[in-house]
């Protein structure tokens, strides 16, 4: 199996720019998706596929990915984008058919 | 729309065998491309993903947990069930039932999650 690695926080004030990002060995041939969730709630799906938005996911959030990196983007921050995200990948040439990152906890300042 | 909703024990004792159902509506497991996953998140760490049934009934399953885990299905009464055997405290756990559609615009990714039941493990 393999790890997709996050930073454990990421710390941002309202109105500026926050990124997070997922790394691992082979990410470039895979799918990423990310989550956002709140305390007490359910994951959220707010970009699949490297860089698509479900229906309902403000463009400040945005994704993307260079190489082994995938990064969340979301411009704009509001204090209602204080969560856990969490990063995603789908391995179907894998036993370990879906892999989560070990998450990231945005701080709004 | 779609909705889905876990249902089983809040507590368990260590070695009992954990049964849990996913009660969904919007949706049919029976139509091509669609399934049905368990993941589950113990308590401020990381999701974890358990098991996944296909339309066809085909059957994936984490491979840490792969002895201990089964999941069923019962399309009449729009239903997934996961049984997870000799549980331990480090099960205790949110977990959570998520439809996915391998033949969607979102093939791979989780788009619509239940809200979670806390499975606590303790004698």
């Known amino acids: 199996s393999y790890v997709l690695t996050q930073p454990p926080s990421v710390s941002v004030a309202p109105g500026q720019t926050a990124s997070i990002t997922c790394g691992e060995n082979h990410l470039g041939r895979k799918a990423v998706h990310w989550y956002q969730q709140k305390p007490g709630q359910s994951p959220v799906l707010v970009v699949f596929?490297?860089?698509d938005r479900p229906s309902g996911i403000p463009e400040r959030f945005s994704g993307s990915k260079s190489g082994n990196t995938a990064t969340l983007t979301i411009t704009r921050v509001e204090a209602g984008d204080e969560a856990d995200y969490f990063c995603?990948?789908?391995?179907?040439?894998?036993?370990?058919?879906?892999?989560f990152g070990g998450g990231t906890k945005l701080t709004v300042l | 729309q779609i909705t889905l909703k876990e249902s089983g024990p809040t507590l368990v004792k260590p070695t009992q065998t954990l049964t849990l159902t996913c009660t969904f509506s919007?949706?049919?497991?029976?139509?091509?491309?669609?399934?049905v996953g368990w993941l589950r998140q113990p308590p401020g760490k990381a999701l974890e993903w358990l098991s996944l049934?296909?339309?066809?009934?085909?059957?994936r399953y984490s491979p840490s947990l792969k002895n201990r885990l089964t999941i069923t299905r019962d399309t009449s009464k729009n239903q997934v069930v996961l049984t997870l055997t000799n549980m331990d405290p480090v099960d205790t756990a949110t977990y959570y039932c998520?439809?996915?559609?391998?033949?969607?615009?979102?093939?791979?990714?989780?788009?619509?999650w239940g809200q979670g039941t806390l499975v606590t493990v303790s004698p």
């Open positions: 998520a439809h996915l559609d391998v033949s969607g615009v979102i093939s791979s990714a989780f788009e619509y």
């Open positions: 596929d490297d860089s």
């Open positions: 919007g949706f049919s497991l029976s139509s091509s491309g669609v399934a």
């Open positions: 049934i296909y339309w066809d009934d085909d059957k």
């Open positions: 995603q990948v789908w391995d179907s040439s894998s036993d370990h058919l879906v892999i």
